[in-house]
């Protein structure tokens, strides 16, 4: 994984044998991330909060790719009863599952509630992943080769975590609360390693990030400042694409020599686009006391 070794798809061992789970999977990295895996053989869930577009994004691949394996199920992180929902589903048509990759996301909205009353953002990239990742434990735990891969960003090195205001009721930024979340995901797959190392499970935990990746995300986000800034300027000059975003996480997600803990993200300049390599993960996210509050 060097510059002169540059991970691509073509480099995904055969997953015929193989079950995912890819959350947000109908667009950006998800879609990119789905396409790939698919290719290679995998048969995928599409973990999706609209089955419309999750249908279409199924067709999508199996047009490019004919007799693609995919199921579109509809899943909405920020709801736990809709995740508790889509877990019991899922644990009545399969016995097992091989790989969790908790990738959906949304960028910066303003201040919104999900129906639990949690702040949306860490609600969605959170909270929905962290009840998914644990409803879905005993299923990974009878997988082959079994991954949970966390998808954090670059940005979680700028987050923090004020316990006693979670839902930004004193003070909500919405720059600030994102990487607040993408902070959340950083510590939970650090601490997810940690104890299922501890407990002697098969499953690894994986973080990985997609550098600076053009998606419906920036193009959706409600501020407008941040769709001018992300959308219209930063994307054109320093993005990357969904499929070269989504190496990372794909790396994550099959490559043989993967460890438990490691943090997988371009090894471009600032982490901002590249090929897949390790990557530092903040030393405050790797705080014990913090993931224990967590």
């Known amino acids: 994984m060097t510059q002169k070794q540059r991970w691509t798809t073509e480099q995904i061992p055969d997953q015929s044998t193989r079950v ?32 419309t577009k999750g249908h279409r994004a199924a ?22 009863d809709s995740v508790r929902a889509f877990a019991a589903r899922l644990r009545t048509d399969h ?9 959906a996301g949304v960028l910066a909205p303003p201040r919104t509630l999900s129906t639990q009353g949690h702040e949306l953002q860490f609600a969605a990239h959170h909270l929905g992943h962290f009840a998914l990742t644990g409803l879905l434990l005993d299923l990974l735990t009878a997988g082959h080769d079994p991954r949970v891969v966390t998808v954090s960003s670059v940005n979680h090195r700028k987050g923090r975590l004020d316990f006693d205001d979670l839902t930004g009721e004193r003070g909500y930024s919405p720059m600030g609360s994102y990487n607040g979340s993408k902070f959340a995901n950083a510590v939970f797959g650090r601490e997810l390693h940690r104890r299922l190392t501890g407990a002697g499970s098969p499953v690894r935990s994986v973080l990985a990030h997609p550098g600076y990746t053009a998606t419906n995300l920036q193009k959706g986000a409600p501020v407008r400042l ?17 499929a070269a975003g989504a190496l990372p996480q794909l790396y994550a997600a099959t490559a043989p020599d993967v460890e438990g803990g490691e943090f997988i993200g371009p090894d471009g300049p600032a982490e901002l686009r590249g090929a897949p390599t390790r990557v530092p993960l903040s030393p405050h996210a790797a705080d014990s006391g913090t993931a224990r509050r967590l």
């Open 95 to 103: 016995q097992r599952l091989d790989v969790l990759v908790n990738n």
């Open 20 to 51: 995912f789970v890819v959350t947000g999977a109908n667009s950006g990295l998800g879609l990119a991330t789905t396409r790939a895996l698919a290719r290679r053989g995998g048969r995928v869930i599409l973990a999706v909060r609209d089955e």
């Open 226 to 242: 941040w769709r001018v800034v992300l959308g219209r300027i930063g994307n054109p000059l320093l993005a990357q694409s969904p």
């Open 59 to 80: 067709a999508e691949i199996t047009a490019e790719q004919p007799g693609a394996a995919l199921e579109v199920r509809r899943l909405d992180l920020a709801d736990l």
